[in-house]
């Protein structure tokens, strides 16, 4: 009887308690540039290919051709000074998601770069592209 009244207690408690919350898709953005600048900041091309959404794949389709492009056009996200995130903007109920980065360069250059973020098919968040933009100051998105 006293396992019967445990079990009661477990179900109630399971239908009032809240509902799991789905992951932030602002959150998961930033948490995925984090990581890739991470990886560029370690010279880790796998991992930092590994944040590419399928489309920069197949223009890069290895790491290493993938990594050089970084370090020749994106220099100030392949090694920032500093760098902070700006606003952000999530679409289509998180399905794509626009993060600005302001970044001042290690030649104390000042950058924004706008990423573009997408979930996949399995649910996980992958950088589409990155638009960056020379001594701007953050205009929103």
Known sequence: MRALSLAAALCITLAFAPPARAEDPV????????????????????SAYSFAAPGIKALFPDKDTF????KKSYQP???????????SRAIDNGAVVYQEVL???TDDKDWT?????????????????VQILPNTTSQGI
Do not use: W
Request: glycine share 10%; hydrophobic share 40%.
């Open 27 to 46: 959150q998961s953005a930033q948490t995925l540039i984090q990581q890739q600048i991470e990886a560029f900041l370690h010279n880790d091309a796998a």
């Open 67 to 70: 990594f050089a492009m970084v």
């Open 77 to 87: 996200v392949y090694h920032p000074g500093n760098y902070a995130f700006g606003k």
């Open 103 to 105: 970044i001042t360069g």
């Open 113 to 129: 770069a706008i990423y573009q973020i997408t979930r996949q098919p399995d649910g996980s968040y992958k950088i589409n592209g």
